[in-house]
């Protein structure tokens, strides 16, 4: 599959399969077409947070919901990309507290593939967007080799 190379905010966009997916994912919430116009660089921008930034982020307070919309969104793209690389639809069920603590979960028929305790999710994105998309990929690689396991699990 080719990938799209170009300079964005976060260094070199490759658009790798979960950042297309991710992408894919954000622009199905946009149902008057605003984002139509817009890469998915653009779109996604907003999950590349530098060191500088997350330092300026206070922790006190209730997470933003612009922030936990984008974590929804991160788990919602893994669990798409579980499902068309093993058959298998994987959903996705989180805890958070108004601290920005909590827990994400996202299981496959009777099988957890994803088992992932979040803190300080007031500062959740990633540096660059290789970041962002080996750490969608590393999750999604775990999750496979889970099913590949325990098959019947998950396909109960």
Same mark, same amino acid.
Do not use: H, N
């Given at each position: !599959?080719? #990938? &799209? $190379? =170009? @300079?964005?905010?976060?260094?070199?966009w #490759?658009? $790798?399969?979960?950042?297309?997916?991710?992408?894919? /994912? +954000?622009?199905? %919430?946009?149902?008057y077409g605003t984002w139509d116009d817009? $890469?998915?660089?653009? =779109?996604?921008? %907003?999950f590349i947070v530098t060191r500088e930034e997350r330092q300026e982020i206070p922790i006190i307070g209730d997470p933003d919901p612009d922030v936990m919309w984008r974590i929804t969104k991160f788990y919602d793209a +893994?669990?798409? !990309?579980i @499902?068309?690389?093993s058959g298998c639809m994987a959903s996705q069920m989180q805890k958070m507290s108004h601290e920005g603590f909590?827990? =994400? /979960?996202?299981?496959?028929?009777k099988l957890v593939v994803v088992s992932k305790h979040l803190r300080d999710v007031h500062r959740f994105g990633f &540096? $660059?967007?290789?970041?962002?998309?080996?750490?969608?990929e590393k999750i999604i690689a775990d999750a496979v080799a889970s099913i590949e396991k325990y098959p019947d699990a998950a396909k109960a």
């Open positions: !599959m080719a #990938t &799209e $190379t =170009i @300079e964005a905010r976060g260094g070199t #490759t658009g $790798t399969p979960f950042l297309k997916q991710l992408g894919a /994912v +954000i622009r199905a %919430e946009d149902s817009k $890469t998915d660089a653009d =779109i996604l921008s %907003e +893994i669990g798409l !990309m @499902e068309k690389e909590g827990r =994400i /979960v996202l299981i496959a028929g &540096e $660059t967007w290789d970041k962002l998309s080996e750490g969608g």
